[in-house]
């Protein structure tokens, strides 16, 4: 699978947007592709390919073989959250935190964790990316209440962007 730091990202405004990129690009849009993308821009947080497959009435390995085709050409990306199955959404500059306790999963724009990357990079020379795995912990209501762990699959999850 690629990696989203091996791919340069192409913006697109919306689904039309990315149809047209890929057009462009030379990339043939079948009606199943043309589908996973309008899929992908329609939902709200990053989305599992068997959970799209679902949604669109599609054949899994058909949306798997379709999401790597878009990631080679840099209109989505994957991410992991926590330990459940690779998510795929538009290659954006979002972060994530994922409570391993709920499932809770906290949308950060990438310059929210700029003194962490350099803090990491001046002590040890290391400049991490937090795009392609969450960072994995315990949320503020879960910190709060102390209960049992459950692990929610991160498919099933709830997002939240925090208030600026």
């Known amino acids: 699978m690629t990696q989203a ?16 990129l890929l057009r462009r690009s030379g990339v043939r849009v079948s009606t199943v592709r043309r589908l996973i993308v309008e899929g992908l821009f329609a939902a709200d947080d990053p989305v599992s390919a ?9 054949d ?11 990631e080679r050409h840099g209109l989505i990306r994957h991410v992991h959250l926590g330990h459940g199955p690779g998510l795929y959404t538009r290659h954006e ?6 409570c391993e306790r709920c499932g809770k999963v906290t949308v950060l724009e990438s310059d929210e964790l700029a003194a962490i990357r350099q803090q990491l990079e001046r002590r040890f020379g290391h400049i991490p990316r937090f795009s392609h795995f969450a960072l994995v912990g315990v949320c503020r209501d879960c910190a709060r209440a102390p209960s049992e762990p459950r692990r929610a699959s991160p498919a099933r999850r709830g997002s939240a962007r925090p208030a600026a």
């Open 50 to 58: 068997a959970e799209l497959a679902q949604r669109l009435g599609l």
């Open 60 to 70: 899994e390995s058909s949306v798997y073989r379709n999401l790597e085709m878009l």
């Open 93 to 98: 500059d979002d972060e994530y935190l994922f």
């Open 5 to 20: 730091a091996d791919v340069p990202a192409v913006r697109a405004a919306d689904a039309a947007d990315a149809v047209g």
